[in-house]
């Protein structure tokens, strides 16, 4: 699994669900910027995304980290999912 | 004692200046602390200090027995049963003290409503002083730990005064071992900014607080919420909105006020309100108001239920509805309460799904991601927020559920005459309000940025006319404030 999947996948899914064609506009090519201080996702939709990356990526995460540290920006996601052991795209 | 009373202008000072003339040490600094945070709770009530520091030692053995365990798991059975006992000591000391009545009293109406005569004694204790959030607190760290989130302290020191540290005991910000307990590992300096922003936070929460909120209260909603059956309509939505106003006047300028404390001694408390009557979804209001017990919620009740393995996995709705209620009876230990907390989950709930519905219309067509966008989405999205969130506050305000209800009936028949206390002092606070969450409206925020950018002097002056001003006109009977009693 590599990051830029992980990325595109994730983007995808907020264009999808939030953000309609405007995700990759919002984040600005930072894909360090905070999703939740720049309004890119609320705390409903962190659960949401949390659950569609469990699926799509056929992976179990741990409550101890679902933290913002894990979460809150495209490259913490991608970085995350890819520290995953047996991290995959779901066919 | 809290920061509001007259004995709170001299401790605070004299504390404040001890504590800078303390070798910068963390252990000075820390020791100096909890003395004073403990003398400032025994103040108010010196029998409930046992309590506090009971949980807090208690606590301290258990994050320290979780720490000892070496193996892999998280959630082995030993971790698991100490937590399970601090929980369990947490949640029965909020139970007995907070919930007892509530819980005495309802069974006894059902006992009755039975035809049974038999009744449980409702013992009328006094609520240990802020109880509700320190309790909170600590049992954010302890689970924190559990989940191996954080490591924890090893300080006993440290972690006393996190349980314990007075600006915020009181009513809070409810703060994680990440904000707080980091800070307090090291020693603080006196920087310029050290003072001159606690000041600034302090005398700004006090407006809010002491003048504002009081004003509004006195002469817009505590009359009609008294005898609603004497007012027209227009006075019961002033009632209504002028609490809104009021509640956050107090509360937030409360928690301003504890941030400025706390920052007089070099510590940052996180932010607990950001400008919440500029949210245009309830969700976005949850976000801005009171954040640190809402993000307590999300994090310890909310998203552990919705991402679980088990039956609640996925069921946003029905834990958005549990979230809600738990957050209605922290509140309070009322019926009251219980309806507000249910009244906002229906509302996050039809929020939530009004919203999945909207996207689904944008996916199928582009010009509803336009209309989102628009000024007059934007408008209507926050008049129905507001309308929903004042009209929220009629249980949180009355006093019973009857008192509730004849308010609702009040406001549709409209007995009396539309008798509003209008004078230019409860529009200046009213203003002020207003104002204050206007300065953060992108258009606007330049002006308030050009003023903390003005020379120190001129600022200076500034807020001598405005201590000036509330030495004058703050009422004698702002002594109390409304989430001292949650």
Redesign the interface.
Known sequence: MDEQTVKRVVTEWLD???H???AATLIGGDEDKSFLQSGIL???G???L??HIEQTFSV??D??N??PANFDSLQRIAAYVCSLPGARLSP | MNFIEVESFFFLPTAVILYWLLPRSRLAQNLFLLLVSLLFYACWDVRYLSLLLLGACLDFAIIRFMAAQTDDQPRSPSRRKVLVLSLAFSLEALAYFKYEGFFANSLNALLSNLGLTTQLPVLKLVLPLGISFYTLQRMGYVIDVYWRRIVPTQSFLDFLLFACFFPQITAGPISRGGELLVQLEKPRLLTPGTLADGAVAFLLGFALKAWAAELIGTNWVDPVFAASHQFGRLAHVAAACGYGLQVFGDFAGYSLMAIGVAHLFGITLPMNFNFPFLSKSLTEFWRRWHITLNRWLFDYIFTPLSTSRGWWRGRLDLALLLTFAASGLWHGAMWTFVVWGLFHGLGMVLHRNWDERYRALCRRDRKYVRLRQSNIYALAAWAVTMAFFMTSLIPFRASSLAVAGAFVRDLAISPGPDRVHVSFECLASAGFIVLYHCFDLPKLRRFRDRFFAMPAPIRGIAYGLLIVWLALKVPASAGTFIYQQF
Do not use: P, T
């Open positions: 999808d669900n939030y309609f064609g405007d609320d705390s409903l962190f659960v949401k949390i659950l179990e995460i409550r101890k679902i933290v």
